[in-house]
C-alpha cells in the first residue's frame, strides 16, 4: 500500500443490500427488485429482444438508487 492510501475496512454482506444499507422493509426490496428483474427479462424474451444482464441492470439501477436516496 502506498503512503497516501487509506486502508478501507471490508465487510460480509448478508446477501441483501438494503438491509446491509438499514433500509426499512429491505426483504420487501429485495423481493420487489427480484420480481422486476424476472418481469424484464420475461419482458425481453416474449420481445424478441436479446436481453442480457447488463440491460437489466442498467434498467433498474437508476430506480433503485433513487429508492435508497429518498430512505
Given at each position: ?31 420487489r427488485l ?38
Amino acid at each position: 500500500m502506498m503512503d497516501d492510501e487509506k486502508e478501507i475496512p471490508l465487510y460480509a454482506g448478508s446477501g441483501n443490500v438494503f438491509a446491509d444499507l438499514g433500509l426499512p422493509d429491505a426483504e420487501e426490496a429485495l423481493a420487489r427488485l427480484a420480481q422486476q428483474i424476472k418481469r424484464q427479462v420475461q419482458e425481453g424474451c416474449n420481445s424478441g429482444e436479446n436481453i442480457h444482464a447488463e440491460i437489466v441492470f442498467n434498467r433498474l439501477s437508476a430506480k433503485y438508487k433513487a429508492m435508497i436516496d429518498e430512505s
